[in-house]
């Protein structure tokens, strides 16, 4: 997917855009292609976005390290202001104040839109934290050695002690 520039979108009618995609993204590993589409609509001084996509991944479970498939599926809207100092934020010194205002995502209104970045950032943001492949999974089957080893001669003096105070 191409960006698009903004200015171009009041060009199209309602100054609305829909991509329709069957692609995969470079930086997410998917089964299956993401599937889905994309609405941007120009607003005057922000954009509307949402979208609907789904695609597949493989998760690694996080208890029993097997791997799983995952079905992503979002349909998120978000709205970025556009503001002719949006570009001017990314080069704040680390000790300046901030405002509530400074903290909404801005691109400049004579700027590009990325809707595949868009994507991936939603995507990215689906994927669980928690990933398990099932909600009960009993996680690493440990064998009786590992967990009971023989008690190192090492210790066995401590561990008499330990028997004589119980």
């Given at each position: ?56 991944v493989t998760l690694t479970c996080h208890r029993c390290l097997q791997q799983f498939n995952h079905r992503l599926a979002i349909e998120p809207s978000e709205m970025i202001w556009l503001d002719e100092n949006a570009d001017q934020l990314d080069e704040l010194p ?73």
């Amino acid at each position: 997917m191409e960006a698009i520039h903004i200015p171009r979108l009041i060009q199209y009618p309602e100054h609305t855009k829909t991509i329709e995609f069957k692609t995969l993204l470079k930086d997410l590993k998917t089964l299956t292609p993401v599937q889905g589409w994309i609405k941007i609509t120009h607003q005057g001084n922000f954009l509307e976005i949402s979208a609907k996509a789904e695609a597949i991944v493989t998760l690694t479970c996080h208890r029993c390290l097997q791997q799983f498939n995952h079905r992503l599926a979002i349909e998120p809207s978000e709205m970025i202001w556009l503001d002719e100092n949006a570009d001017q934020l990314d080069e704040l010194p680390l000790d300046k104040e901030l405002s509530m205002d400074d903290l909404v995502e801005t691109l400049s209104p004579n700027g590009y839109f990325a809707p595949e970045t868009w994507l991936y950032e939603q995507l990215s943001l689906e994927i669980p934290q928690r990933q398990l492949c099932e909600q009960d999974c009993p996680g690493i089957e440990v064998a009786d050695e590992i967990k009971n080893p023989g008690i190192d001669s090492r210790w066995a003096a401590l561990q008499a002690f330990k028997g004589h105070l119980n």
